[in-house]
């Protein structure tokens, strides 16, 4: 069974789809923790995302696509994903599709999680001390602007 999680940043993706592999023994797919992971292995990958980040970017769909492709076509993670935060964009998206029909999976669930500003406020401030994570600085300018976040609207 392959499940998106959709929500904001601090939304509790992260948390959902951690319960929900170790219930249905699937594999999480977050793009965060991906990008991280390139980082810190200070691949070539890494170090476009670090220059990326840098130059106040986000990461090119490019990129996160090619290191879901990897995933999605590993035999042994085939109907055993749970997308956390992927996809984020309509270009995303679409290559999803395309992957899905390569690989012969499909998505049996679809989940937004609706958090209202505040406790995303509140988590990411949270998490950005205890985790130290430099992708939660962005969100912190949120304070004081607009929060709006939706699902693409994919149908």
């Known amino acids: 069974m392959n499940i998106i999680l959709f929500g904001p940043p601090?939304?509790?993706?992260?948390?959902q789809s951690k319960y929900l592999v170790s219930k249905l023994k699937n594999f999480q797919v977050s793009t965060g923790d991906i990008l991280r992971e390139e980082i810190k292995n200070n691949s070539e990958i890494g170090q476009q995302i670090t220059n990326n980040m840098n130059e106040g970017k986000f990461v090119?769909?490019?990129?996160?696509?090619?290191?879901?492709e990897k995933l999605m076509?590993?035999?042994?993670?085939?109907?055993?994903l749970i997308f956390d935060g992927y996809p984020r964009s309509l270009s995303q998206a679409q290559y999803?599709?395309?992957?899905?029909d390569k690989s012969n999976?499909?998505?049996?669930?679809?989940?937004?999680?609706?958090v209202n500003k505040d406790t995303i406020i509140e988590r990411v401030e949270k998490r950005k001390t205890l985790e130290n994570r430099s992708d939660d600085i962005r969100i912190l300018f949120l304070k004081d602007m607009t929060l709006t976040w939706k699902p693409l609207d994919l149908c």
Do not use: C, R, Y
């Open 10 to 15: 601090g939304a509790g993706k992260g948390t």
């Open 60 to 68: 090119s769909d490019e990129i996160v696509n090619s290191l879901i």
């Open 96 to 100: 999803l599709d395309l992957l899905l």
């Open 73 to 80: 076509l590993d035999p042994q993670k085939k109907d055993k």
């Open 105 to 114: 999976q499909k998505i049996d669930h679809i989940f937004f999680l609706n």
